[in-house]
Protein backbone atom coordinates (compact mmCIF):
# COMPACT_ATOMS: atom_id res chain seq x y z
CA UNK A 1 0.00 0.00 0.00
CA UNK A 2 2.96 2.43 1.07
CA UNK A 3 4.06 1.51 -2.97
CA UNK A 4 1.04 2.15 -4.15
CA UNK A 5 0.79 5.39 -2.37
CA UNK A 6 3.78 6.94 -3.26
CA UNK A 7 3.52 5.84 -7.14
CA UNK A 8 0.18 7.78 -7.26
CA UNK A 9 1.95 11.09 -5.94
CA UNK A 10 4.56 10.37 -8.72
CA UNK A 11 1.57 9.86 -11.32
CA UNK A 12 0.08 12.91 -10.13
CA UNK A 13 2.97 15.26 -10.41
CA UNK A 14 3.91 13.92 -14.09
CA UNK A 15 -0.18 14.88 -14.43
CA UNK A 16 0.71 17.84 -13.49
CA UNK A 17 3.76 18.81 -15.49
CA UNK A 18 1.27 16.88 -18.84
CA UNK A 19 -0.91 19.81 -17.47
CA UNK A 20 1.02 22.75 -17.43
CA UNK A 21 2.33 22.06 -21.11
CA UNK A 22 -1.01 20.95 -22.60
CA UNK A 23 -3.10 23.87 -21.11
CA UNK A 24 -0.71 26.49 -23.13
CA UNK A 25 -1.66 24.21 -25.84
CA UNK A 26 -5.56 24.49 -25.71
CA UNK A 27 -5.25 27.87 -24.49
CA UNK A 28 -3.64 28.58 -28.50
CA UNK A 29 -5.83 26.08 -30.19
CA UNK A 30 -9.37 27.91 -28.80
CA UNK A 31 -8.12 31.42 -30.25
CA UNK A 32 -6.26 30.57 -33.71
CA UNK A 33 -7.28 26.73 -34.23
CA UNK A 34 -4.06 26.23 -34.75
CA UNK A 35 -2.07 22.81 -33.63
CA UNK A 36 0.92 24.51 -32.10
CA UNK A 37 3.20 21.33 -32.07
CA UNK A 38 6.56 23.90 -31.38
CA UNK A 39 4.75 24.64 -28.25
CA UNK A 40 6.70 21.42 -26.41
CA UNK A 41 10.38 23.24 -28.37
CA UNK A 42 9.66 26.10 -26.64
CA UNK A 43 9.20 23.72 -23.47
CA UNK A 44 12.37 22.64 -24.24
CA UNK A 45 13.36 26.00 -24.67
CA UNK A 46 12.44 27.04 -21.05
CA UNK A 47 14.50 23.67 -19.52
CA UNK A 48 17.58 24.67 -21.16
CA UNK A 49 17.12 28.95 -20.66
CA UNK A 50 16.02 28.22 -16.72
CA UNK A 51 19.09 25.59 -16.49
CA UNK A 52 21.40 28.10 -18.13
CA UNK A 53 20.42 31.06 -15.61
CA UNK A 54 20.69 28.70 -12.79
CA UNK A 55 23.98 27.39 -13.50
CA UNK A 56 25.55 31.39 -13.72
CA UNK A 57 23.21 32.54 -10.63
CA UNK A 58 22.30 29.63 -8.65
CA UNK A 59 19.08 31.53 -8.30
CA UNK A 60 16.41 28.85 -8.60
CA UNK A 61 13.84 31.47 -8.93
CA UNK A 62 15.81 34.06 -11.25
CA UNK A 63 16.16 31.45 -13.56
CA UNK A 64 11.73 30.38 -13.43
CA UNK A 65 11.40 33.94 -14.33
CA UNK A 66 14.06 34.79 -17.06
CA UNK A 67 13.06 31.50 -18.55
CA UNK A 68 9.68 32.18 -18.64
CA UNK A 69 10.42 36.14 -20.63
CA UNK A 70 12.52 34.38 -22.90
CA UNK A 71 10.21 31.83 -24.20
CA UNK A 72 6.82 34.20 -24.16
CA UNK A 73 9.69 36.52 -26.46
CA UNK A 74 9.66 33.63 -28.45
CA UNK A 75 6.06 32.01 -28.54
CA UNK A 76 5.03 36.09 -29.31
CA UNK A 77 7.86 35.77 -32.45
CA UNK A 78 6.60 32.32 -33.63
CA UNK A 79 2.76 33.80 -33.69
CA UNK A 80 4.00 37.58 -35.37
CA UNK A 81 6.21 35.70 -38.55
CA UNK A 82 4.81 32.02 -38.49
CA UNK A 83 1.61 31.82 -37.56
CA UNK A 84 0.18 35.41 -38.50
CA UNK A 85 1.18 35.00 -42.28
CA UNK A 86 -0.04 31.32 -42.56
CA UNK A 87 -3.71 31.65 -41.22
CA UNK A 88 -5.10 32.43 -44.51
CA UNK A 89 -4.21 29.22 -45.68
CA UNK A 90 -5.83 25.77 -44.65
CA UNK A 91 -4.75 24.43 -41.26
CA UNK A 92 -2.92 21.97 -42.09
CA UNK A 93 -0.25 24.13 -43.34
CA UNK A 94 0.31 26.26 -40.19
CA UNK A 95 0.69 22.88 -38.54
CA UNK A 96 3.56 22.08 -41.31
CA UNK A 97 5.07 24.79 -39.84
CA UNK A 98 4.68 24.13 -36.59
CA UNK A 99 6.28 20.84 -37.29
CA UNK A 100 9.54 22.38 -38.68
CA UNK A 101 9.89 24.87 -35.55
CA UNK A 102 9.80 22.21 -33.54
CA UNK A 103 12.61 20.35 -35.42
CA UNK A 104 14.36 23.55 -35.84
CA UNK A 105 14.14 24.65 -32.26
CA UNK A 106 15.28 21.02 -31.72
CA UNK A 107 18.57 21.02 -33.80
CA UNK A 108 19.46 24.84 -32.63
CA UNK A 109 19.47 23.31 -28.82
CA UNK A 110 21.86 20.68 -30.03
CA UNK A 111 24.30 22.44 -31.91
CA UNK A 112 24.26 25.38 -29.04
CA UNK A 113 24.49 22.99 -26.21
CA UNK A 114 25.69 19.91 -27.43
CA UNK A 115 23.74 16.65 -28.10
CA UNK A 116 24.57 15.06 -24.73
CA UNK A 117 21.53 15.14 -21.36
CA UNK A 118 22.72 17.71 -19.16
CA UNK A 119 22.12 17.32 -15.25
CA UNK A 120 19.56 20.36 -13.32
CA UNK A 121 20.58 19.35 -9.65
CA UNK A 122 18.87 22.21 -8.53
CA UNK A 123 19.06 23.05 -4.29
CA UNK A 124 15.06 23.34 -3.76
CA UNK A 125 14.12 26.20 -1.20
CA UNK A 126 11.39 24.24 0.00
CA UNK A 127 11.45 21.28 2.69
CA UNK A 128 9.80 17.96 2.14
CA UNK A 129 7.27 16.15 3.99
CA UNK A 130 6.32 12.92 5.50
CA UNK A 131 2.94 11.18 6.40
CA UNK A 132 4.04 8.37 8.18
CA UNK A 133 5.97 5.88 5.56
CA UNK A 134 5.24 7.81 2.84
CA UNK A 135 7.89 9.96 2.03
CA UNK A 136 7.40 13.58 -0.21
CA UNK A 137 11.09 15.02 -1.83
CA UNK A 138 11.38 19.00 -1.85
CA UNK A 139 11.31 18.23 -5.76
CA UNK A 140 7.97 16.65 -5.42
CA UNK A 141 6.31 19.12 -3.16
CA UNK A 142 7.70 22.19 -5.92
CA UNK A 143 5.74 20.23 -8.45
CA UNK A 144 2.78 20.59 -6.74
CA UNK A 145 3.23 23.93 -5.28
CA UNK A 146 4.37 25.56 -8.58
CA UNK A 147 1.42 23.88 -10.40
CA UNK A 148 -0.95 24.45 -8.32
CA UNK A 149 -0.17 28.26 -7.84
CA UNK A 150 -0.25 28.33 -11.99
CA UNK A 151 -3.40 26.70 -12.77
CA UNK A 152 -5.57 28.76 -10.24
CA UNK A 153 -3.63 31.50 -12.08
CA UNK A 154 -5.21 30.38 -15.24
CA UNK A 155 -8.24 30.06 -13.51
CA UNK A 156 -8.54 33.45 -11.87
CA UNK A 157 -7.35 35.28 -15.01
CA UNK A 158 -9.55 33.25 -17.14
CA UNK A 159 -12.68 33.72 -15.25
CA UNK A 160 -12.32 36.68 -12.83
CA UNK A 161 -10.74 39.42 -15.21
CA UNK A 162 -11.57 41.23 -17.96
CA UNK A 163 -8.92 40.30 -19.78
CA UNK A 164 -10.04 36.20 -19.38
CA UNK A 165 -13.44 37.57 -20.72
CA UNK A 166 -12.03 38.67 -23.78
CA UNK A 167 -10.11 35.78 -24.78
CA UNK A 168 -13.24 33.50 -23.73
CA UNK A 169 -15.14 35.75 -26.13
CA UNK A 170 -12.25 35.53 -29.12
CA UNK A 171 -12.08 31.83 -28.36
CA UNK A 172 -15.96 31.30 -29.37
CA UNK A 173 -15.72 33.77 -32.09
CA UNK A 174 -12.55 35.79 -33.04
CA UNK A 175 -14.29 38.15 -35.59
CA UNK A 176 -17.43 38.42 -33.88
CA UNK A 177 -15.09 39.65 -30.78
CA UNK A 178 -13.18 41.50 -33.25
CA UNK A 179 -16.41 43.33 -34.11
CA UNK A 180 -17.06 44.27 -30.77
CA UNK A 181 -14.28 46.29 -30.00
CA UNK A 182 -11.85 43.53 -28.51
CA UNK A 183 -8.55 44.13 -29.84
CA UNK A 184 -8.13 40.54 -31.01
CA UNK A 185 -4.35 41.09 -32.29
CA UNK A 186 -3.37 41.98 -27.88
CA UNK A 187 -5.69 39.22 -26.99
CA UNK A 188 -3.69 36.40 -29.28
CA UNK A 189 0.03 37.39 -28.72
CA UNK A 190 -1.24 37.54 -24.37
CA UNK A 191 -2.36 33.79 -25.15
CA UNK A 192 0.93 32.95 -27.02
CA UNK A 193 2.36 34.64 -23.59
CA UNK A 194 0.49 32.87 -21.01
CA UNK A 195 0.80 30.01 -22.75
CA UNK A 196 4.92 29.75 -23.53
CA UNK A 197 5.19 31.00 -19.79
CA UNK A 198 3.65 27.50 -18.69
CA UNK A 199 5.73 25.66 -21.02
CA UNK A 200 8.63 26.90 -19.66
CA UNK A 201 7.53 26.21 -15.89
CA UNK A 202 6.78 22.97 -17.28
CA UNK A 203 10.69 22.39 -19.17
CA UNK A 204 11.93 23.36 -15.51
CA UNK A 205 10.22 21.07 -12.93
CA UNK A 206 10.89 18.60 -15.55
CA UNK A 207 14.54 19.40 -15.68
CA UNK A 208 14.66 19.36 -12.05
CA UNK A 209 12.06 16.12 -11.33
CA UNK A 210 14.54 13.99 -13.53
CA UNK A 211 17.52 15.87 -13.34
CA UNK A 212 18.49 16.05 -17.06
CA UNK A 213 17.79 18.73 -19.96
CA UNK A 214 18.50 17.69 -23.62
CA UNK A 215 17.68 19.31 -26.76
CA UNK A 216 14.95 16.47 -27.95
CA UNK A 217 12.83 16.69 -24.48
CA UNK A 218 10.23 17.77 -26.58
CA UNK A 219 10.18 15.18 -29.21
CA UNK A 220 7.42 13.22 -26.99
CA UNK A 221 5.03 15.41 -25.83
CA UNK A 222 5.15 17.38 -29.12
CA UNK A 223 2.71 14.72 -29.58
CA UNK A 224 1.28 13.60 -26.44
CA UNK A 225 0.10 16.54 -25.28
CA UNK A 226 -1.78 17.02 -29.25
CA UNK A 227 -3.36 13.51 -28.14
CA UNK A 228 -4.40 14.82 -24.84
CA UNK A 229 -6.22 17.91 -25.88
CA UNK A 230 -8.08 15.61 -27.85
CA UNK A 231 -9.10 13.29 -25.02
CA UNK A 232 -9.98 16.53 -23.17
CA UNK A 233 -11.76 18.59 -25.59
CA UNK A 234 -10.33 20.58 -28.41
CA UNK A 235 -9.86 23.90 -26.81
CA UNK A 236 -11.23 23.24 -23.46
CA UNK A 237 -8.38 24.42 -20.85
CA UNK A 238 -10.22 22.29 -17.65
CA UNK A 239 -10.41 19.39 -20.33
CA UNK A 240 -6.88 19.68 -20.47
CA UNK A 241 -5.99 19.98 -17.56
CA UNK A 242 -8.25 16.97 -16.24
CA UNK A 243 -6.97 14.68 -19.34
CA UNK A 244 -2.95 15.09 -18.06
CA UNK A 245 -3.87 14.93 -15.04
CA UNK A 246 -5.39 11.08 -15.49
CA UNK A 247 -2.86 9.80 -17.90
CA UNK A 248 0.14 11.00 -15.53
CA UNK A 249 -1.72 8.53 -12.98
CA UNK A 250 -2.92 6.18 -15.33
CA UNK A 251 0.97 6.02 -16.74
CA UNK A 252 2.83 5.69 -13.14
CA UNK A 253 -0.18 3.19 -11.86
CA UNK A 254 -0.28 1.00 -14.76
CA UNK A 255 3.04 0.62 -16.05
CA UNK A 256 4.99 1.71 -13.31
CA UNK A 257 3.52 -0.09 -10.81
CA UNK A 258 0.85 -3.22 -12.27
CA UNK A 259 3.66 -3.76 -14.95
CA UNK A 260 1.23 -3.51 -18.02
CA UNK A 261 3.59 -5.09 -21.08
CA UNK A 262 2.72 -1.47 -22.70
CA UNK A 263 4.89 1.41 -24.07
CA UNK A 264 4.47 3.71 -21.64
CA UNK A 265 3.55 6.64 -24.50
CA UNK A 266 1.02 4.35 -25.71
CA UNK A 267 -1.41 5.21 -23.31
CA UNK A 268 -1.91 8.89 -24.44
CA UNK A 269 -2.60 7.55 -28.09
CA UNK A 270 -5.09 4.91 -26.93
CA UNK A 271 -7.53 7.01 -24.55
CA UNK A 272 -7.50 9.16 -27.77
CA UNK A 273 -8.27 6.52 -30.11
CA UNK A 274 -10.99 5.45 -27.08
CA UNK A 275 -11.99 9.35 -27.12
CA UNK A 276 -12.46 9.01 -31.25
CA UNK A 277 -14.90 6.17 -31.10
CA UNK A 278 -17.03 6.58 -27.92
CA UNK A 279 -16.64 10.62 -27.45
CA UNK A 280 -15.92 12.78 -30.32
CA UNK A 281 -16.05 15.89 -28.34
CA UNK A 282 -13.62 14.81 -25.47
CA UNK A 283 -14.19 14.54 -21.28
CA UNK A 284 -15.07 18.06 -21.02
CA UNK A 285 -15.79 19.66 -25.04
CA UNK A 286 -18.91 20.85 -26.31
CA UNK A 287 -20.53 19.02 -29.33
Not at 14 to 37: C, E, K, M, Q
Request: hydrophobic content about 55%; overall charge neutral; proline content about 6%.
Amino acid sequence: MDLFLEQLLNGIAIGFIYALITSGLALVYGILRILHVAHAAIYALGAYAGLGIYSITGNLFLALIVSMAACSLVGVAIEKFVYFPLLKYPPYVPLIGSIALLLGIEEVLRLVAGPYIHAFPAEIPVPGFHFGPITMSPVLVTVYLVTVIVLFGLWFLSTRTELGLAMRASSQDIQIAGSLGINTSRIISTTFIIGSSTAAVAGILVGIYFNQVYPTMGAVPAYKTLALIVVGGLGSVPGAVLASVLLGISETLLIGYANIPLPRDALAFIAMIAVLMWRPQGLLGRR
